[in-house]
């Protein structure tokens, strides 16, 4: 039905396919044993809890538009598409350089001058949302060529007191081309978002009262750390995974047997191993860097992606069942075919 009223409007409907890859990672490493000099924590206790071994930091020099732009540079080599081609650039980030967005920063870097460039921020659930968000344009043939980025530098608003949270983040980027296509491989996909769940994790702004003109006055200051429930958030994402994961299925037409690689947002591997057990997907194929880079929220998915694609473990033709899950609290599913 939905088709009949875009055609009825004039409008056709075409596929997409993601066609290149990249990711790029700060060169500052901190792994758990240097962490455990900063709190009262230890490579055992990390590690068994939460699969992490290190993380990588980004550096007060850089910015997150360089990371941004190294990843997709490399995911436009991989596609064999030059810049000046791109039609729309979508940077999945809640840890933007300039709160009044860091896209253009990257379109500009990147020489894609061509390119409409945008801002897309939910969290961890950032590259399924901006992937879905994304292949509407491409679908309904308004734009060819978009370059998708998940980047974030949580580093920057993690209280490093605080071991709860500083152990599990770190920064990265990742990213993947789209293109038009014949054929359709995004075969289906279902976001959610639950804003009475909110309190559970936040980076918050936190104002102090100024006043502007004698009655008038507003709030100005900062962003507080990263705060987090860690246990309501396990709960939630054990549950709510493979529930997105499976209606992403159905929408697809396909079961978890079908699916070759099980590509989730990297937070904690007990909830990849706990969600991997649900859909009844071996061990084998879940993919899974996060002992090498904690928890890089909207850079997560296309990081592990990119690294499993350049090992040659995932190759073209392949079902990725792709979900993210975090702040908002968001989650969203993803059912891709890799390649044309």
Known sequence: ???????????GL???????????????????????QVV????????????????RIL????????LAAQAGDRALQAAGLAAIDLDLIV??????????????????KLGASRAVAFDLTAA??????????????????????VLIIGADALSRWVDWSDRRTCILFGDGAGAVVMQQNDTDQLLGFEMRSDGQLNSHLNLVHQGEPRSVVPDVTCGQGNYTPVTMNGQEVYRFAVTRVPEVVEKALFRAGLTAEAVDWLVLHQANQRILDA?????KI???????????????SAASIPLVLDEAIRQGRVKSGDILAMAGFGAGLSWGGAIVRWGR
């Open 1 to 11: 039905m939905e088709i009949t009223a875009l055609e009825g409007l004039g409008i």
């Open 40 to 55: 009262e924590t230890s490579d055992e206790w990390i590690a068994s809890r939460t699969g992490i071994r290190q993380r």
């Open 14 to 36: 075409t596929g997409i396919a993601l066609t290149g890859s990249g990711s790029a990672v700060p060169d500052q490493v901190v792994d758990n044993e240097a962490l455990a």
């Open 124 to 145: 961890c659930s950032g590259f399924v949302f901006a992937l879905a968000t994304a292949a509407q344009f491409v679908r309904t043939g308004v734009y060819q060529n």
């Open 275 to 279: 969600a991997a057990t649900r859909l």
């Open 282 to 296: 071996p061990g084998e194929k879940v993919l899974s860097n996060l002992g090498q880079y904690g928890n890089t």
């Open 59 to 66: 550096p007060p020099t850089a910015t997150l538009a360089d």
């Open 91 to 108: 940077l999945a980030t809640s840890t933007a350089d300039d709160l009044f967005g860091t896209a253009a920063q990257v379109q500009a």
